[in-house]
């Protein structure tokens, strides 16, 4: 049996999968079984930041790997305390607990949301998340995920959650009482179609965080890690939340999430109140730790934003080829979102044909999260790749 007739008899089918297997990769290359390459321009949906099999963090992930992978939070961790640390001090944050995913993070922090209005004896637990919002498939992130298709079946969701319109603070303010306990919000809505979040809306979220003294929680579990061309999204709005949950590009690759914390909710979060047994284990804070070494760079970051221009500019004059089918180039740094006037997946299908990778979210909108090592020459390649598919269509 191959990988994929073993895959069909022995894998949950929760995933429609394409028919390939790939077997290598390297920097913004993936190789399949026969040997074929494709260029990624979805990076394993905004995970492998810095490309695959990136030489410096599997260099790392092998020396860890013969030194020292689990030992339990029972005892202290070098490289979780030094990923701690260095996540700090690159951000707003003072404390941080580590997981194992997006899900995970965004679930610990609505506990600790819910957990500081219980010790503040507020009168609420109320969550107020966003419309096409995503947040992850357990059972508190899809109550906050804002679109039905993902809880349909699975009710009754989390009590005492309510949605307002994304980047409409007068829906916001309908919404928000003295029972409000927290506020989750994507800087940059990824699944919903890359659509970045206005400055004033954040600012005006925490605002409106401090007048009720809620806990305001920015998702950066797919925009984090220097996706848009900051290491973290929220440092484009000059707005801090009180926690920002991560996950994807953390690891390059290996499971890891975080929850970051300061000021009122940095200690919300004692012995007994939450734990992980994975979470911060020697293998993937060791990663994690690098990829942060090499993202935080100013050079880099510098770099993620020119690319990314240089991505938009190339779409823009793709969507004055074909206005029929594009019709706005959004996003930021190297997470941009090309809208559609039709829906996309026969483009992705065909592109991946023709050696692309690429993906469709929010049914309309093309979504490129390359690799931020990628090359202008390979974007110009994809482009060109694209350019074929859409004359074809
Ligand atoms: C913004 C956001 N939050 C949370 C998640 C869930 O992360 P995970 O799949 O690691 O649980 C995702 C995944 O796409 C995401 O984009």
């Not at 000021?263 to 994690?288: C, E, I, R, Y």
């Not at 594009?326 to 809208?339: F, S, Y």
């Amino acid at each position: 049996m191959n990988t994929i007739e073993m895959t069909e008899k022995y894998v949950m089918k929760t995933y429609n999968r394409y028919p390939i297997s790939f077997v290598k990769g390297q920097g913004c290359y993936l190789y399949d079984e026969n040997g074929r390459e494709y260029l990624d321009m979805l990076a394993g949906i905004a995970v492998c930041n810095l490309g695959h099999c990136h030489p410096e963090v599997s260099e790392t992930i092998c020396k860890q790997a013969r030194e020292l992978i689990h030992t339990s939070n029972l005892f202290h961790i070098k490289p979780q305390a030094e990923l701690a640390k260095l996540i700090c001090e690159n951000s707003f944050g003072e404390k941080v607990f580590f997981c194992n995913s997006g899900a995970e993070a965004n679930e610990g922090a609505i506990k600790l949301a819910r957990r500081y209005a219980f010790e503040k004896g507020k009168k609420g637990y109320e969550i107020i998340a966003f419309k096409n919002s995503f947040h992850g498939r357990t059972f508190a992130s899809v109550s906050v995920t804002g679109q039905e298709k993902y809880n349909e079946g699975f009710g009754p969701m989390l009590s005492d959650v309510k949605f307002a319109e994304f980047n409409n603070l007068d829906s916001m303010k309908s919404l928000v009482s003295e029972k409000t306990c927290g506020i989750i919000v994507e800087p940059v809505q990824g699944e919903g179609g890359i659509v970045p979040a206005t400055k004033e809306f954040l600012q005006g979220l925490r605002k409106i965080a401090d007048e009720i003294d809620a806990i305001l929680i920015f998702d950066e579990v797919q925009t984090g890690i220097g996706r848009t061309g900051k290491l973290f999204a929220y440092q484009h709005y000059n707005v801090e939340p009180d926690v920002m949950t991560l996950a994807k590009a953390l690891g390059n690759g290996v499971p890891i999430g975080a929850i970051v914390t300061k000021g009122k909710a940095a200690n919300v979060l004692k012995p007994g109140l939450h734990a992980s047994t994975f979470g911060g284990n020697f293998l993937a804070t060791a990663a994690g730790k690098k990829v942060i070494e090499i993202v935080s760079q100013k050079a880099f970051l510098e770099e993620v934003n020119d690319k990314g221009n240089y991505l938009r500019e190339k779409l823009t004059v793709l969507q004055n080829e074909f206005p029929e089918v594009i019709e706005n180039i959004r996003g930021k740094g190297l997470m941009i979102g090309a809208v559609c006037k039709v829906t996309c997946s026969d483009i992705v299908k065909k592109a991946l044909e023709k050696g692309l990778i690429i993906n469709c979210t929010a049914g309309n909108v093309i979504r490129f999260a390359p690799p931020l090592i990628i090359e202008k020459t390979d974007i110009e390649k994809g482009i060109e790749i694209l350019r074929n598919v859409l004359k074809e269509i």
